[in-house]
């Protein structure tokens, strides 16, 4: 899932670099109903015959548009009545390319213009941290938040900068995802946001020499990708289970992970329009709306004409639809969920949780941009100490005093092992490289989705109706930046359909290639449909190969989700600032040759379905009808294969008998200590279709498993409420009412429901004493062995947790919640005081007053992680709560606070 958009279908116009999904159900140009004036076009439009309707009693309900354009989402009915409405016109959040920027200084909304402010690192010399992670993506940005809420002192090592700032803004816009990333090494974006790696020449790919895009920039490869968001299948992830020997990995319990992430927000159908056809979710699948993590994952605010074409043709050749794609079945077709901000219309990715840790003021995480990791480094004892890194020309070391965590991507997650002395022997020996651990797997095992497909000349508006009149992409850019709907707030691939193929191209195959795909387990599809709004062809640059004859096109991208063929990642140097180098193999498997065969054919039989042939113009545009026997199409296949971006298995999971193992199934490199790897690599098999949701679920696991090992509770389930200790404790002496179940029961005498509201307060700020806790999640406690007592299967319900919580602030002030929001009717983030301020203000005078620094001008960072503070009660403080007691040093005259959030100083008296 990797497409970054085409810049500029107005390429020939000199427009904004953006192109889009259809409009309506006719070619012709209408302009959309944005704000100010809109001038007629200046030529003539080109005309089409009008499209036909499938009759009622085809029971194919027509759901294409129509003429006019419906405020954004897509047309209303037959698209015969007048314009929607275009929401709000006032005070427009600035989106990517705004013709008018807002007024210097301001802050915008959305994640265009966001700086990471205090959480921006910089190195002059030697740091130290309690985890280093390598790799601001998809996992890394959400393993690190995750221990930095936790109390634990966390860097990001990341090569790139902030998205939102290159490319004009462009890659914040969903329609643009799919340029700069065709496998022609010229169509490459212009900025660095991609590494621009290159695929060597090999036979299954037509001998070509091919670019794949990989992000490089805060949030990875999470802010280029397609943003679809659905769960791997039950099957795939009970053979995950199977292969590793975990059942943790089983889809009911990784299911709270999937979650985790996430804040969901329902479809909104004002904005969606008649186009949209009917939407298939679950609520079950989500957390309630507001309750869940940075991830904003919801439904598109527009729907092309084509997708509801697709769905048309599918469901005529007796395709259902499947509404439990979040829920671990795929087989079927259904509107897909996305990671884009249903509010505005922009992409959210993981990114998002960096932004969320500078709202809670976690000081206690450093994010060093344009800083490349070039070696892991290691003790006598083949311990994981630090990274080495290249910051600003220079190479510096980051420290870490409990572990390193890669999360680089499945190019260079084992790459980077490998330049540190981890991986094959005659790999590490061809370049003489140490030997710190002869690990056989490490980039070898590589899965990767392939797609292709036929193009043909449709009867309906796509975005080639752009090419033809580039001042309608103005105005749909116009209508964007004003209300965060149209066109330009969609994903391309928003309609996605799965199948195993039907019996009668399996008929055609070898019995060797029917045993292959029957050990896949039964609810694994073979094949994905995702809807191309406009002309592809061999996709080796899709903007410069448009054809120019005025016709509007459709593609069906046909991806091979049951590959056979795996390939590998080998060093060009002993050097990580050299490109990895990159066997993909596609297609070398017979199996995958004849399954693309039948699947080519499977896809053409689709276009001339019933319920959509009759949409076409004339015979197939691309590769053309004298593609025929088997070896033609099998040759185009070779000739324009793309990756969908989904490299994954080269730092694989596994048993600790396994040779072809890199990882335990808590992510720890086998071999050594203090090291793991947490990214697409570390996953034992590629389920079928997005990999994007098993990501996220997969650092979330993780993350949780780290913290429980410190907290002494062992891994692999249940949760801990994050604590500010950088060291293990012993196990919390639990009071002698904990284990009986009445104390878990709310009470219904108001006496006795008091008593136990003074027993439990009493206890958490016991608990939270002994584990130094000084924040304590909502979202989570349940789950937390504070709350949740195994042994008797009883837990306090989230409403009593709250209830506590509430009784805390009353009662003495020994709570507080941490409000983002003023308006934030159910705060997530609470704060524990199990010292008072003055209690912690006192602490903080007497270091300063021991340590002679009166007068002395100290900063947040060198109070709670400094040496200088190392062993007294102050160091590892929450940095909210250091605030809040130098706020009580202030009002005694023996403080001062000076300098913006960012920079914040303390001056002593």
Request: hydrophobic share 35%; net charge neutral.
């Amino acid at each position: 899932m990797h497409l970054l958009l085409l810049p500029s279908l107005l390429l020939l116009g000199g427009g904004p670099s953006i192109i889009v999904n259809g409009l309506a159900n006719n070619a012709s140009y209408r302009p959309y109903q944005g704000p100010g004036p809109v001038s007629p076009p200046s030529r003539p439009p080109y005309q089409v015959p009008a499209p036909i309707i499938p009759p009622p009693s085809a029971g194919l309900p027509y759901r294409g548009g129509g003429v006019g354009v419906g405020g954004g989402g897509g047309g209303g009915g037959e698209g015969r009545g007048p314009p929607g409405p275009i929401g709000p016109q006032s005070g427009p959040p600035y989106r990517g390319q705004s013709p008018t920027p807002p007024p210097e200084g301001t802050i915008q909304q959305g994640p265009r213009g966001q700086w990471l402010g205090f959480l921006e690192g910089d190195i002059r010399k030697e740091r130290v941290f309690d985890y280093v992670i390598v790799g601001g993506g998809t996992a890394g940005n959400t393993i690190a938040v995750r221990l930095a809420q936790a109390g634990f002192h966390v860097a990001i090592v990341e090569a790139g900068q902030l998205y939102e700032d290159l490319d004009g803004g462009s890659h914040v816009i969903p329609g643009d995802d799919l340029g700069g990333v065709g496998w022609s090494p010229a169509d490459v974006p212009k900025s660095d946001v991609d590494w621009k790696f290159l695929t060597e020449p090999q036979a299954g790919s037509g001998y070509r020499r091919m670019h794949v895009a990989r992000g490089r920039c805060l949030g990875g490869s999470s802010a280029l990708n397609f943003m679809i968001y659905h769960r791997a299948t039950r099957g795939s992830l009970d053979l995950w289970s199977e292969i590793v020997g975990d059942d943790s990995y089983r889809f009911d319990n990784l299911l709270p992970y999937y979650k985790r992430s996430l804040n969901f927000s329902p479809p909104r159908p004002h904005t969606r329009k008649a186009n949209s056809s009917a939407v298939y979710y679950v609520p079950r699948d989500f957390d309630l709306p507001g309750r869940g993590g940075p991830v904003q994952v919801g439904f598109t605010n527009y729907v092309s004409a084509w997708s509801t074409w697709l769905e048309s043709g599918l469901k005529s050749l007796g395709m259902k639809a499947e509404n439990n794609y979040n829920y671990g079945q795929l087989n079927g077709y259904h509107y897909a969920t996305t990671t884009i901000r249903p509010s505005d219309g922009t992409r959210s990715s993981s990114a998002s949780f960096v932004f969320e840790a500078k709202k809670q003021r976690l000081y206690n995480l450093r994010v060093f941009l344009r800083t490349q990791a070039t070696r892991i480094l290691f003790d006598g004892y083949k311990r994981a100490t630090g990274v080495e890194v290249l910051h600003k020309g220079a190479y510096y070391k980051l420290q870490a005093r409990k572990e390193v965590i890669v999360s680089a991507g499945a190019y260079q997650s084992p790459q980077l092992l490998m330049v540190s002395g981890i991986g094959p022997v005659e790999e590490l020996n061809r370049f003489r490289i140490p030997i710190v651990s002869p690990l056989a797997g490490v980039g070898q095992n590589m899965w990767d989705h392939i797609f292709f497909g036929p193009d043909y000349a449709v009867k309906f508006q796509t975005r080639d109706h752009f090419v033809v009149y580039p001042e309608a992409l103005e105005e749909a850019t116009a209508l964007y930046h004003a209300t965060g709907t149209g066109p330009l707030s969609s994903n391309v691939p928003e309609f996605l359909a799965w199948e195993k193929l039907p019996a009668r191209y399996r008929a055609h195959f070898s019995p060797e290639t029917v045993r292959e795909l029957d050990d896949f387990p039964p609810d694994w599809p073979e094949v994905e449909y995702l809807s191309g709004d406009g002309f592809i062809g061999d996709f080796s640059n899709v903007v410069a190969n448009q054809p120019t004859n005025g016709r509007m096109y459709a593609t069906i991208l046909g991806a091979l989700v049951a590959p056979l063929s795996r390939g590998n990642i080998t060093l060009r140097s002993a050097s990580a600032l050299d490109p990895p180098v990159i066997f993909p193999n596609w297609l070398e498997h017979p199996a995958d040759k004849e399954v693309a065969i039948a699947w080519f054919r499977r896809m053409r039989d689709v276009w001339n379905s019933p319920g959509l042939g009759f949409m076409t113009y004339g015979p197939e545009y691309y590769p053309g009808p004298y593609v025929q026997t088997d070896e033609q199409i099998l040759d185009v296949v070779r000739k324009s294969l793309m990756t969908v971006w989904h490299p994954a298995c080269t730092c694989k999971m596994g048993r600790r008998g396994d040779s072809t193992a890199v990882v335990d199934t808590r992510a720890r490199v086998f071999g050594v200590s203090a090291l793991r790897v947490v990214d697409a690599s570390s996953m034992p098999i590629l389920p079928p279709g997005h990999p994007q949701s098993t990501i996220y679920a997969l650092a979330e696991k993780i993350a949780e498993d780290i913290i429980r090992e410190e907290r002494g509770g062992g891994g692999g389930g249940g949760a801990q409420l994050p604590s500010s200790s950088s060291s293990t404790s012993p196990p919390f002496p639990f009071p002698r009412e904990y284990h009986f179940p009445a104390f878990f029961t709310r009470q219904t005498n108001l006496t006795t429901h008091h008593a136990q509201l003074l027993k439990w307060s009493a206890l958490v700020l016991a608990y939270a004493r002994h584990k130094r806790i000084f924040r304590l999640h909502l979202s989570a406690a349940a789950e937390s062995d504070l709350f949740f007592n195994r042994r008797l299967d009883r837990r306090l319900s989230p409403a009593d947790i709250r209830d506590v919580v509430d009784f805390m602030r009353r009662d003495g002030g020994r709570a507080e919640y941490l409000l983002h929001n003023a308006r934030d009717p159910a705060p997530d983030v609470v704060l524990l005081y199990w010292r008072s301020l003055d209690e912690w203000a006192d602490l903080v005078e007497a270091y300063v007053d021991d340590s002679a620094q009166k007068g002395s001008v100290l900063t947040l960072y060198e109070l709670t992680d400094g040496d200088g503070t190392r062993g007294t009660e102050i160091h590892g403080m929450d940095s909210e709560v250091l605030l809040k007691a130098l706020n009580v040093l202030v009002k005694r005259g023996k403080a001062q606070i000076f300098g913006q959030e960012d920079s914040l100083g303390i001056k002593f008296f």
